[in-house]
């Protein structure tokens, strides 16, 4: 996987002109792991760039434990040090990197190592933190998780636990003291203005969540359960310097893979926040593949400043392995611009439509016919994900008991939409050829879409060409209108077509934001007597016909059967994979009860022998 930085601060050699000089070796530091509880049990999470730890222990801490878990050992490859003997830089590597030196011995010992160049490394930066720079994930030989338990890096750690929630006193419900994980507090130095109005950027207010008696117990019990039903539950947690829950990240196993299906869009839903509801939640939400939101992540914040949003987006993008989105749509604030520009300075950021007709009745109230506008404005925005579950006045216990509800909804509604396209035909307006190639292949709701751009192709009436350089031909197509009821206007785009490439490019820019072809690019295949819409503009997040597992899978070798943990993590996912296929049909339904009957009664058979 390639490193995704999650810092946008330099991670050059800022110190080398210090007086510094360089150790290699192991050092000894197997020996001296500090475990003070910084990072408990599994990380199943690769490192990647911009990871920031407390200490050069807890970073080789963090390293070996996800060696173990891939099943490699670690070795301290390379140690920097400044003339103080203050370390500042350090890599880790592979036990099989790099090579031995020749022996004259008569008897040498074989050669173990491969000059595997899996590493990580990683410096003290301004801040006392210690973050990785450069990540290398691929080894060039065989690793198993079942041999890990045999190097010497692991003799330290023991067999993995689930990390644990641990609540203070009752009388101290506003302290939830969780382990903390990879992604740490970001200390701020909070240097973008704002404007009155925007979020606001004060520790005093900002400094811890606000729970009400009951919202620490529900967050516990929440948390706890899904630990038990979903092993891949992902959380973070950002605590203050007393130790008191200041903001929390959250995403379950279904959003993480729907990550992987639907992340090239992924919208940023602060609404409470700006609205000051009594949850102060921030959602992270995509686009299925019936056009329906689906749910990749959720955040409570402490405040709405850079500092926590920041953190948030970083928390975030962790969970999703490095993987940022090629579009993020947030709010009108230059907050979340910053926090945006820090944590994904590649991707295009976009305002949110529903936050913008907030606005609508002070920017149009004054119109003639503001009404209708309103209305079709109204009709065209998308709801909020948890609308109806969630108002101004929800607690968070509320909110907590009502989320398993939502998500259930939601899930619900794919599973009916996927049953429409695959069970019912569609109906054609049209016989127009393209309309005929994705109906085999399109969601009925996505092909709904498309139609209108099949209908609007025959009021494209005038497609000329208007100049020709090389392979690629620019059409002008004039496109009639209807405007203000009876009157009609006539719109020209350029398009550019390249008939070698089977290339299509039209100015309206509708492919690139909806995702399938508009009618003047249509209109021009047409008239070049082209009958079938190119492969490169059938993309495969609209299809019915992908098979979409919502079962994560990101290990790299086997299991130890000896671990109890391994054996829950395996099993459940086996047994998924049979939920996810024997849901699609009541055939299917009873066929897999039936099996898992018979499985239950082995079992049991076995039992009662011992």
Known sequence: MDGVSLNTDPVVDDDADA??????????????ISQSGVIQGENPLPPVVGMEFDSYEDVYYFYNCYAKEQGFGVRVSNTWY??????????LSCSSAGFKKKSEANRPRPETRTGCPAMIKFRLMENKRWRIIEVELDHNHLI??????FYKSHKQLGIGTKRALHLDSAEEVQKVRLFRTVVIDVEGNGSVEVSSGEFRSSHNQTSQLRLKDGDAQAIHNYFSHLQLIDPNFFYVVDLNEKGCLRNLFWSNTRSRV????????????????????????????GVNHHGQSVLLGCGLLAGDTIEACTWLFRAWLTCMLGRPPQVIITDQCRTLQAAVTDVFPRAFHCLCLP???????????????????????????????FDGYLDKHTSLKEFLDKYDQALQANHQLEVLADMESRNSGFMLQSRCYFELQLAKLYTNNVL???????????????????????????YMVREQTEVDGNRRECRDFEVLYNATEMEVLCVCGLFNFKGYL????????HQNGIEEIPPQYVVSRWRKDIKRSYVLNHSNGGIDINNPVHRYDHLYKCIMQVVEEGRKSEVRYKDTVQALDQILRKLNLVEGRL
């Open 19 to 32: 007086d510094e000089f360089e150790i290699e070796g192991d050092c000894g530091m197997a020996k001296c």
């Open 82 to 91: 400044r003339k103080t003997k203050e370390r500042y830089r350090g890599k």
């Open 144 to 149: 198993s998780a079942i041999s890990g338990k």
């Open 258 to 285: 729907a990550y992987g299906y639907f992340g090239d869009v992924v919208a940023v839903d602060t609404i409470c926040l700006t609205d000051k509801y009594q949850v102060p939640l921030v959602s992270f939400i």
């Open 355 to 385: 936050r913008i007709m907030q606005k609508v009745p002070e920017k149009l109230g004054g119109l003639y016919e503001y009404e209708s506008i309103r209305m079709a404005l109204n009709n065209a925005v998308v709801e909020s994900f």
């Open 448 to 474: 709904r879409k498309f139609e209108r751009e099949v209908e609007g192709m025959y009021s494209c009436f005038c497609t000329r060409q208007i100049n020709g350089e090389g392979e690629v031909i620019t």
């Open 518 to 525: 508009c009618r003047h690019a249509l209109s021009v295949l």
